[in-house]
């Protein structure tokens, strides 16, 4: 920072300081020209062969350290003019077509470290709504309603990208589920066997775990009717079904309440298991 050492001495006579005659120089003036040394040996060692010959020139390693400064940061007047242009980047910065909101985010990033570097800063709540203002326009709601949340200046960027990116996910899932002729609304998590429950059985077998298998609707008796009537006791006085009444109600209808009762079986089974173990099921 501030050069070699150059030891001096006063001079008797005229009381001004003058370069010390090296016979003179004392063991501390040796120790300080070798961290000069050092210091230049350092620097030397790092640069490409090509760059140090243009630096031969250079006697010490202040010298060699601003003619790097100068060669590669720039003068005052060039790191001026980059933050000029750099500031017009970051005012005009916009969405390009083809590229995700990830990309389009480390892109932003980028030029805020590049304007960090040339000594430009923003406010956080600035650099937040230049992000937001260069969102296409799918995303115009959604911005409005982050810039008037009381939380929306204390966010930093990187989790201002995490709500967008949640947000995004989220609409995403509901145009699968539309296109599959489903609807957000019938979407439980952690309860993927009740999707679809208006739908055909077969598609719901095909599709989702099969938890009615063995229970046919051209099964001669469904488990959850199963009669239970005992030798003494005659069909008047038997308080479950026989074959009789199940033969009055449609097949598909049986077949309807049996899948429900089963699926009122594995909820409190579930249940039971999650008390008993702790445990929870993935998703």
């Not at 070798?34 to 060692?45: I, N, P, R, T, Y």
């Not at 995700?100 to 430009?120: N, V």
């Not at 077998?205 to 006791?233: C, L, W």
Request: charged fraction near 25%; hydrophobic fraction near 35%; include cysteine.
């Amino acid at each position: 920072m501030f050069g070699p050492h150059k030891p001096m001495v006063m001079d008797i006579e005229t009381r001004i300081e003058v370069p010390k005659d090296p016979k003179n120089y004392s063991e501390e003036d040796f120790q300080k020209f070798e961290l000069d040394a050092k210091a230049f040996a350092v620097l030397a060692m790092a640069i490409p062969n090509e760059i140090y010959s243009g630096l031969l020139h250079c006697n010490n390693a202040k010298e060699l350290w601003d003619a790097l400064k100068e060669q590669f940061g720039g003068t005052a007047e060039v790191i001026a003019n980059t933050r000029e242009i750099l500031a017009q980047q970051y005012e005009t910065f916009s969405f390009i077509n083809g590229e995700s909101l990830t990309q389009q985010f480390e892109r932003f990033s980028s030029l805020i470290s590049e304007l960090k570097l040339a000594g430009q800063t923003y406010p956080n709540g600035s650099m937040l709504h230049r992000f937001l203002r260069s969102l296409p326009e799918k995303w115009e709601t959604y911005s409005i309603v982050l810039r008037t949340s009381p939380d929306f200046e204390s966010l930093s960027l990187t989790k201002l990208h995490g709500l967008l990116l949640t947000f995004e996910r989220e609409i995403n899932q509901k145009k699968k589920l539309q296109s599959s002729g489903k609807t957000a609304d019938e979407y439980v998590p952690g309860s993927t066997a009740l999707i679809g429950h208006d739908e055909p059985v077969e598609s719901l077998r095909n599709e989702f775990i099969d938890i009615t298998a063995g229970f046919s609707a051209d099964s001669t008796m469904h488990q959850a009717y199963k009669v239970t009537e005992s030798p003494n006791e005659s069909s008047a006085d038997c308080l479950s079904f026989i074959m009789d009444d199940l033969n009055h109600i449609n097949s598909d209808d049986l077949e309807e309440m049996d899948i429900m009762h089963q699926l009122a079986l594995f909820s409190i089974r579930s249940n039971k298991f999650y008390k008993r173990t702790g445990r929870k099921f993935p998703g």
